[in-house]
């Protein structure tokens, strides 16, 4: 004898599986969008950093030399000025902070 309680509840289960196979592949397909949406998100802000890559290089060949020698100097001095600023290797490698 079928008890009546028992066929709607593998109606239920199966409705249930139904659902969740149905939002996984939704998911997958939003997942698939965000993805291609990032690499064009990335081509674009690598674009951008290339034309500004060109302008700083287009802003250093029409100075003098004067002063391209100075910025030269500045550059020398600030890496010589900020390199006691770097923490250590250990810190960076074993410092949990």
């Known amino acids: ?4 309680n028992k ?7 199966t409705l249930i599986v139904f659902l969740v196979t149905l939002i996984a592949c939704k998911s997958n397909e939003a ?4 993805k291609e949406a990032e690499k064009k998100e990335a081509a674009e802000l ?3 950093n290339k034309e500004y890559e060109k302008g700083v290089e287009a802003h250093y060949k029409m100075q ?34």
């Open 64 to 97: 003098s030399d004067e002063a391209k020698k100075m910025i030269r100097k500045a550059e020398k001095r600030s890496r010589k000025l900020n390199k006691h600023r770097k923490t250590s290797w250990f810190k960076r490698v074993f410092d949990s902070d």
């Open 46 to 48: 690598k674009e951008i």
């Open 1 to 4: 004898m079928i008890h009546r």
């Open 7 to 13: 066929i709607p509840s593998v109606w239920r289960l």
């Open 31 to 34: 997942t698939q969008s965000r």
